[in-house]
Every structure is written in C-alpha cells, then in structure tokens.
C-alpha cells in the first residue's frame, strides 16, 4: 500500500507524501531524495541530473556500480535509459532496502541488482571486477558515511575502472572534510577530477576520470571540463561554471 500522508517509517528513514511527490528522509534532515509520483522514473532533484553528466564521458556504459541505494532515483532512471546497462547497486542499510517497493525501485533481474554491503567493503574486495561507471552517493543523517571518503576507498573505486572510465562522488560543502575528500579524489585520479556545484542545499558532485583527461566536446570545439559543464539535455537548467564564472558559454551535447 501507499504510505500514508505522515509517513513511512523504517528505523529512522521515513518516506512521506507531498503533494505529487513521494520524498525519502533520514530523521528530521534534508530530503535524501524524490519521487515524481507521476513519473517515477524521472529525476527530481537538481544533483541527481548532475550525476548523469557521466554520459558526456561514457555515452553507452556497460557496467555500473552505484554505492548508496537512497530513494532509488538515479538507479532507476538508469535501469530504465540505458538498455544493455549492467547495475549493481550497494546500499549498508537493510532498513533503506525495505523501502524499495514503496519507492518502486525494480526487482533483481539479469541486469540489476540491489546488495547490501558496506560499499567500502565491496570495492576493497571486488578484485576480478570492472566498471565504466561508479556513482556515489551514500550519506547517513547528516553527513556523508566516512568510509566512502577515505584514500583508500577512492583508491579501490579508480581500480575498479575501465580505462576511461569515470567515477562521481555526491559531496556536501558543508561537510568539514569537503576539502579532503576533493583532495584526496584529486589523488587517487592523478589530477584529473573536477568539481560542480549545484543549487541544491550545497551539494557538489565531484567527477574523476581512470588514465583520461577530462573534457567535453561540443560541436565545433573541445573544451576542458574546468570550463564548463552542462546537463541541459536530461532537463536541468543549471550550467555549471568553475573557473570562468562569467564564460558566456553552454555545452548541449545530447
């Protein structure tokens, strides 16, 4: 059944109705995510748009490994948009997990599966596996889990990389550790990572490309991703500016 107006709760997570959207919270904090009840496969918030801007650097990924299961969104619209796209999706809380039917996440199939692990776990011992794309996005109540923003664990994520391949890490720049986490993303990735901000609640979305510089083509020129990145062609008006805050550019290239 539906949850109730109030709410669903599940050991402190809690999944409540507002208007035409379903929203996962963890305790009495920001919304964790949301869903459009009228299209529940779509991506509500700003950050998780941002997140998809993997396509500009892998267009048709074979394997995915998302760590933090959330409300679904992002593991669901990929589910959904990219056919052929193997998914694994590992999420540390059983109680998150219990949630899936009521944020219509789909069942193991073939080509995707929900495992519950602590992610940092799962990338130190996944030795025979690789992936085009690894998402991260695993928060507790009120911070990011710290086992998702050690040297190690960034270490074990760019290992588990194709060449090419190209990893994103959901930051908050409130977090006390922000700078560290970007430095030692930097690190792991030999330099070539950038940042991008959102408007949303000070999320930042961090990228990293495996053996690659990062840039973004449009039509007639390449430009280094420190100039600009935009995700206009999956529906979010927000172009990101980094180093040229007044570079009068926009790179559509879906």
Not at 232 to 241: E, I, K, M, P
């Given at each position: ?11 402190g ?7 035409d ?18 299209e529940?496969?779509g991506?509500?918030?700003d ?8 396509l500009l ?13 959330g ?25 998150v997990i219990?949630l899936?039917?009521a944020?219509?996440i ?25 992936f ?8 507790e ?10 040297q ?9 990389l194709?060449?090419?391949?190209v ?5 908050h720049?409130?977090?006390i550790?922000?700078?560290?986490f ?20 000070g999320n930042?979305?961090?990228f ?6 990062i840039?973004?083509?449009?039509a ?11 995700c ?10 980094l ?12």
């Open positions: 059944t539906a949850p109730a107006a109030e709410g669903l709760s599940t050991h997570e809690r999944v409540e109705h507002v208007h959207r379903r929203k996962l919270r963890f305790g009495s904090t920001d919304n964790q995510s949301a869903m459009d009840l009228r529940p496969d991506l509500v918030l950050y998780t748009r941002l997140m998809m801007a993997f650097f892998q267009p048709q990924p074979q394997r995915m490994l998302m760590i933090g299961l409300g679904g969104s992002l593991p669901k619209f990929c589910h959904r948009h990219l056919p052929g796209c193997d998914i694994t999706v590992v999420e540390i809380d059983p109680a219990a899936r039917e944020l219509e789909p069942p193991d199939q073939a080509d995707f599966r929900v495992i519950q692990a602590d992610g940092a776990d799962f990338v130190a011992a996944a030795d025979d596996q690789r085009n794309v690894i998402l991260v996005d695993g928060f109540a009120d911070r990011m889990a710290p086992a998702l923003g050690t190690d664990f960034y270490d074990h994520c760019a290992r588990l194709c060449p090419g391949g990893m994103l890490c959901n930051l720049e409130l977090d550790h922000y700078g560290a970007m430095e030692r993303i930097g690190t792991a990735f030999d330099g070539n990572a950038l940042v991008v901000g959102t408007r949303e609640c930042s979305v961090v990293g490309r495996k053996d690659t510089a840039e973004v083509a449009s007639d020129r390449t430009w280094t991703a420190r100039v600009l990145v935009t206009a062609g999956l529906h979010s008006d927000r172009v990101a500016r180093t040229h805050p007044d570079l009068p550019l926009r790179i559509t290239p879906f």
